[in-house]
């Protein structure tokens, strides 16, 4: 008989804090080409996604697979790091797929920070602006809380006015003023992947209030949601969505945005966690 997602997220939870031995105080994912963060960190204690029960794996490049836990420099502030995500279309389920935030929650973390590299659809976003997600719009066609409800997993119907916490997102506006970067705040919208959008679909976005365009991020907000954990997200804006520029969109250039900018995004990542 096949366990609950309850009860598998539970069995993470304890390996986890078994190979840790130590409370984690915030979880961060990590997206496509910004998986530096996780070497940022101090007395690292590092477990492949495989050894972890029921973990799914990273088939993506850019997604290194692995949980990363350590303090960030200089403080006593744990941080549970997922260097590389699972996406729905990699053929996993959404209870797969959002299975790590349902683990953090069973070990009793309520600071979530997602991450994720996206297509810019503002037309006044540029390539390698940080984008804070005030919002999204979920055009996956599916939810992470669909199916055969249990209580322990929170509430059948969470409300999602404010998926994204308005105190972290001033923490992290303030925080990018200090260290003079632009970051500009959005509504991000997420599809199934893994094609890119064509012109049409991105002209659409931009009507249905879309500033950026991503295949993550809004299964993970949703649970995480429903849990009670607070959320703050920032897309990486990689790339103009299709039809804005002349040139093809492709996963390389994604990874290299993430290069360019991982200094900055791990500066102030590390600023917000601290304040967070």
Avoid: W
Wanted: proline share 3%; charged share 20%; hydrophobic share 45%.
């Amino acid at each position: 008989m096949t366990s609950s997602i309850f009860d598998r997220a539970q069995t993470s939870a304890r390996f986890i804090r078994e190979r840790i031995n130590a409370e984690v105080d915030v979880a961060v994912v990590l997206g496509s080409g910004l998986g530096a963060f996780a070497e940022t960190l101090e007395n690292k204690t590092i477990v492949p996604y495989e050894e972890i029960p029921d973990f799914a794996r990273s088939t993506v490049e850019g997604h290194s697979g692995r949980l990363v836990v350590g303090a960030l420099p200089g403080t006593s502030i744990n941080v549970a790091v997922m260097q590389g995500r699972f996406h729905y279309y990699e053929g996993y389920s959404l209870d797969e797929v959002t299975l790590p935030i349902r683990a953090f929650g069973a070990m009793g973390v309520k600071k979530l920070a997602l991450t994720n590299a996206a297509g810019g659809v503002n037309q006044g976003f540029r390539a390698g602006d940080l984008m804070l997600i005030s919002d999204h719009i979920n055009l996956m066609s599916i939810s992470p809380l669909r199916g055969k409800h249990d209580n322990r997993l929170g509430a059948r119907f969470p409300d999602m006015t404010e998926v994204y916490s308005k105190e972290y997102r001033r923490i992290a506006k303030e925080a990018a003023a200090e260290l003079n970067i632009r970051l500009i705040e959005g509504v991000y919208l997420s599809l199934q992947g893994p094609n890119y959008e064509t012109p049409a679909e991105i002209r659409m976005m931009r009507l249905l209030g879309a500033d950026a365009v991503g295949m993550s991020t809004v299964p993970e907000a949703i649970v995480a949601r429903q849990m009670g954990m607070k959320t703050l997200g920032i897309s990486l804006i990689t790339n103009a969505a299709a039809g804005l520029e002349e040139t093809e969109i492709n996963h390389a250039e994604v990874m290299e945005m993430g290069q360019r900018v991982s200094n900055q995004f791990c500066e102030l990542l590390t600023k917000i966690i601290v304040r967070m």
